[in-house]
């Protein structure tokens, strides 16, 4: 299982990239970044895409992700993927024919380059060898995290946006979390905004660890506020009990079988 992060961040700024995981090099999680980072045949072999909520920051690199897989006249096919209500937001608000072309229909009827798949927490999907599971989580929208599982219960965790939630870690239970991708978005001092709008805090995410009933051999944490970067590092680093890493752009995580788990910094996009 191969992470790459193209962007982890909660708000872009210069070396700041909005949202987006891309596993094994075929399918993403969520879509914040995409044709920025990767060059046109890395584009397409991406054939699935996970949201977890229609967000802008977390949704807008697929209208150009789809203008080049149709320029590139190779004939493939992006399934995007999430719960009703995230995948109704999209066909209503962004591929409307109005913000942006329904590419549901282009370049033809018969076959489109985007075909919409909607997922449940009680129908799994399966896709490359994996066996994706959606929960719903605690976001001021509709939105999901994903359980991305190997054949041995090997899992990758990834919440999305969410304040304290429950669902997902008792789902979680069930297999053997690898790595745990997961947000802390504002210093505690912004306690009250972090609940308005559905993030967490460090002092959150110290009291959403305790839910878990292991911890995961890694935990990483994205959608870090970039103003807010250094505050929220010094108070993740008082916590006691959990190490964490923060996400970086770039970053390649490598999770092998056993206990092996390794990350580096990529020279480059591709």
């Known amino acids: 299982m191969k992470i790459k992060v193209l962007g982890s961040s909660g708000s872009e700024a210069p070396g700041h990239n909005s949202p987006a ?3 094994d090099d075929f399918l993403l ?3 914040g970044t995409i044709a920025g980072c990767l060059d046109r045949d890395a584009q397409c072999r991406i054939t699935h895409i996970l949201l977890t909520h229609a967000h802008l920051d977390h949704v807008k690199g697929i209208p150009s992700l789809l203008d080049n897989i149709v320029a590139s006249k190779q004939n493939c096919q992006l399934a995007v993927i999430s719960g009703k209500e995230v995948l109704a937001d999209l066909k209503r608000n962004i591929f409307n024919d109005r913000i942006w072309p329904n590419f549901a229909e282009l370049p033809s009827i018969e076959r489109p380059v ?11 999907l399966l896709a490359g060898g994996y066996t994706i599971r959606a929960v719903p989580v605690s976001h001021n929208v509709p939105a999901y ?3 991305v599982a190997d054949g041995d219960g090997n899992a990758l965790v990834y919440t999305g946006d969410s304040g304290p939630t429950e669902r997902i870690w008792k789902v979680l239970a069930r297999f053997r979390a ?9 210093p505690n001092h912004l306690r009250s905004l ?22 995961p051999d890694r935990i990483l944490i994205t959608h870090v506020k970039p103003y807010y970067r250094d505050a929220i590092q010094a ?3 008082r916590l006691d009990g959990v190490s964490v890493e923060f996400l970086r752009d770039g970053m390649e995580i490598l999770v092998t079988p056993g206990d092996g788990c390794e990350s580096h910094e990529s020279a480059g996009y591709h």
């Open 21 to 23: 995981f891309l596993l």
């Open 29 to 31: 999680l969520d879509a």
């Open 114 to 124: 985007m075909r919409y798949q909607a997922i449940s927490s009680r129908n799994p």
């Open 145 to 147: 995290g994903y359980i």
């Open 178 to 186: 690898r790595v745990l991708i997961t947000e802390v978005s504002f």
């Open 194 to 215: 972090a609940d308005a709008s559905g993030h967490m805090t460090p002092g959150l995410f110290a009291k959403e660890i305790k839910k878990l009933s292991a911890i």
């Open 235 to 237: 108070e993740m680093a």
